[in-house]
């Protein structure tokens, strides 16, 4: 056997590095997995194309070589009409205790009962190579492996839609996508056509304040809600419904970027969500989230000012409380990115007994949609045999052939039969636990294509958002329209939109005006003044949020390595994230003599890969920081987007060498605004503290000077 596998004047590598311990396979010994054909026929070489003679023609007979060929050919499926760039985890969700007495589902009957899931996150417009941290909405796409089938609750992070009626979907994603002459722009919305189908759509306007809220630039998916959006439908063993919208509520509470942050994050790690949400994970802080419920009972349908069937319309939580039903944990991330988190199909009419769907017109065209497009995305009827998207349940049915049929039936294939025994069989006319049993609701009616006068009101939830915004985050909405609006070339669509904003605020449709050099247009009078402080991310701040949090130490020979030291142990147990940066990989000799290790070179970083920065003191080592451009631009950035700075001793010649406004740095009330100074004397032990809560509140919005 051994001869069969002698080194031949092919692959003299193997020959010559047989100590490489990493290559346990090459030139696999029987014992080893070898390289075969997908018939599993064993392939001795991989490297040469078969030939007639060593400079003679490649041999169409070379079966191996033509079918890897052809397998590569076909690697890209198409991808994902919307929502192609996205991330996903495994995990599992368990429910806190028995919802029995509003739905018969079998995952929500039992405190404690673990359902696997499969959750994928995405940006919406940008095609699969697009960068993560752009302006978008994010979907956030749970299916749950319960016992009685797949159960798939296809959210987003914003609880509202673009549009009420699924018929206009086709037209918002053709809107919003690249334009079709040249592609553009990759991964947003701030273009023409989307501003312009916007603009005569009234019905967006509620959504387009999220949109241009800080909610679309998240700074992890670890840190945003989700929700159902929809109105669905509890339904108990024995019918009787009750109306529910779905949240989850991220446990580190709900946090975004800030624009210009953004930016630069898309150019120094396109990958920024994705690789956030995969390194949690292989560090053991498993994100989670906990499910809430807003039930309404069927008596209520008709006691709101909005419809219920209308999904540009939240459900205030002031005014139904979202009752919490169980937390989702991620723990595992997939092994391979495309047999899973690109094969993996949503439906949100994968529903089990116990969840059934209301009439909203955007729910019940989606209910064909998803399906639909899989057939295509997925290469015909059968992908639901793809591991990912296997049920746990069993799967008995008289499906047969197609596209990637993988498994191999036998027997009879129609229904009613008696040479098969009659299977499969019904599972029983009178219902039973695990049987699905559609919700018996009354409908009558004309046909006609027309929408209820309840849908009509467009602005008074667009208006409820603005009014419960904190001051900054109006400011960051109105920098987002006046960014987006400014981006589009055609004067009637910017007047038309500045006027469709009128209708929401009066100063925030001035402030989007004078930005794009308009006449200050003429408020609408009585908006309401109604506010919902759940929707302020203010009030949304988590618990123990510094959490998985991460720190930028910048150091350099001469720095004070005793600081280092003791600031890493203490923010580390808090769960901190500590990387120590300098300008090249290896140590520094530190003041005193030793070394501090170094984690990342500065080349390879930036500030907003990092949540706060520290700069430890040291003569020496400050007077080389403050003449090295690129650390003093990670002190200044690090500022001017709000985040927590630790400058001790000496070090606070960093924030001069910065040009950062003295009177704010080193003034009275530096520690305010998230600025920490700290000579050689104070404690170590304080200092990491301070740093610990400032890095739960996230951002100081209101210190001067800062990049919005
Ligand atoms: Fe959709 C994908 C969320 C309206 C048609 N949608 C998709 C995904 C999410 C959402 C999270 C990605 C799932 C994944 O990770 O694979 N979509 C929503 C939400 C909506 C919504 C929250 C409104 C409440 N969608 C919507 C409408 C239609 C679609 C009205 C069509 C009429 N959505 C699709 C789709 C996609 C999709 C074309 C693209 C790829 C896919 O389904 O599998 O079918």
Redesign the pocket.
Known sequence: MAAHHEPSHRDARTAEDPKDEQLTCFRAAPEHDALTTDQGVRVDDTDNALRAGTRGPTLLEDFHNREKITHFDHERIPE????AR?AGAYGYFEPYASLSEYTCADFLAEAGRRTPVFV?F?TVQGPRGSADTVRDVR???TKFYTREGNYDL???NMPV?FIQD?VK?PDFVHAVKMEPQHEMPTGGSAHDTFWDFASLQPETTHMLMWLMSDRAIPRSFRMMQGFG??TFRFVTADGRGTFVKFHWKPLLGVHSLVWDEAQIAAGRDPDFNRRDLWEAIEAGSYPEWELGVQLVPEEDEFSFDFDLLD?TKIIPEEQVPVRPVGRLVLNRNPQNFFAETEQ???HTANVVPGIDFTNDP?LQ??NF??LD??LI?LGGPNFSQIPVNRPLADVNHNHRDGYGQQIIHPGTNYFPNSLGGGCPAHAGAGGGPGVFRHYAERVEGQKIRERSPSFQDHYSQAALFWNSMAEWERRHIVEAFRFELGKVESGPVRERMVGNLTHVNGDLAAAVADGLGLPAPEAEAGITAASSPALSQENLRGENAARTRKLAVLVAAGTDAGQVASVRERLTDSGVLVEVLAAKDGEVPAAGGGTVKVDRALPTMASVLYDAVLVPDGAEAVNALAAEPAAVRFVEEAYRHGKPLAVLGEATRLLTAAKLPGDVVLGEAAAEYGILTANGTAAPGELADALVQALEQHRFPYRPGLLN
Do not use: D, E, P, W
């Open positions: 994902r009409v919307v929502h996205g994928r995405s979907g956030f796409a296809v959210g987003n839609f699924a979907f959006v929809h999904a993996v199909a949503f955007l065209g989606r949609s998803y497009t899989q995305r």
